[in-house]
């Protein structure tokens, strides 16, 4: 199992190189914005998780890859478009599409919603998980924050 893990990540860190190899549009600058998050779980019968999450945004590309956040030992790599826009009002919406390999082996599409204004964030993930061992382990998953930061 942990071959077709490194191999994931082996694809995901190849396909960002193809993509940074590109030539860069000269009327519009270039920059890839990065995000690295990770998640710490500590749970009563004395177990840790670790759950890391790295995404990368460079105008309408979204790519992003994660690891125990869907299930344990469960890696999932994730492409989306990201239409986003706004003055005082910023918003970002983008649909995603996922596959998953690990404990759960699957597919998903997915959507990520971002919404800023005058100090408020509003953030949700959703995604619906079909898993390719069985319909009976298919299921629909939802994060969402509210926050104000003054």
Known sequence: MRKIFYFAILIFILSCITIQAQEPDTLTKSRWN???????????????????????????????????????????????????????????????VGGLVGDVNGIAPGLELDFNFFGFNFNSTSQYIFDLEGKENDFFYNWTDFIYAP
Not at 60 to 74: C, D, P
């Open 34 to 96: 990065h995000d690295i998050e990770a998640w710490n779980y500590f749970h009563p019968d004395n177990s840790y998780i670790f759950s890391p999450i790295y995404g990368v945004d460079k105008g309408w590309l979204h790519l992003e890859a994660r690891y125990n956040y869907e299930a344990l030992n469960t890696f999932s790599a994730w492409f989306g478009y990201n239409f986003d826009g706004g003055n005082k009002f910023q918003y970002t919406i983008t649909p995603l």
